[in-house]
């Protein structure tokens, strides 16, 4: 019977992903040894860049079936945050206001 009970987070398939997240950082960043990946450091700290980036973002690509953009590397940058997201467990932020709220930020919403 079914409890509607969330299960736990830390299954053996999310484990899985995360060290396949991992793997994936330490190809990219040409390290011997995927135990030696920090779990959370971003990206760019750990000694990657904006072209390792897309590179990391293509191998992340072939792990899931879920429309990964490279932007979300940027906000999800660590391999745990990326992990989650491809989990489909990393929590929603909110967006910050931006490029996308010019009009409002330029005091011309509302005006015809």
Same mark, same amino acid.
């Given at each position: 019977m079914h409890s509607g009970v969330a299960p736990d987070v830390s299954?053996? /398939?999310? =484990?899985?992903l995360l060290e396949n997240v991992r793997?994936?950082?330490?190809?990219?960043?040409?390290?011997?040894?995927p135990a030696g990946v920090p779990l959370d450091?971003?990206?760019l700290e750990a000694g990657g860049s904006s072209l390792l980036l897309i590179m990391l973002w293509e191998?992340?690509? /072939?792990? =899931?079936d879920k429309?990964?953009?490279v932007s979300d590397l940027f906000v999800h940058s660590t391999v745990r945050r990326q992990a989650e997201l491809l989990?489909?467990?990393?929590?929603?932020?909110?967006?910050?206001?931006?490029?996308?709220?010019?009009?409002?930020l330029l005091g011309r919403a509302g005006r015809s």
């Open positions: 299954t053996a /398939g999310e =484990t899985q793997q994936a950082w330490a190809e990219v960043l040409d390290l011997p040894d450091t971003g990206f191998e992340l690509h /072939g792990l =899931t429309v990964l953009k989990a489909g467990t990393a929590a929603r932020r909110p967006r910050p206001s931006g490029a996308g709220d010019r009009q409002k």
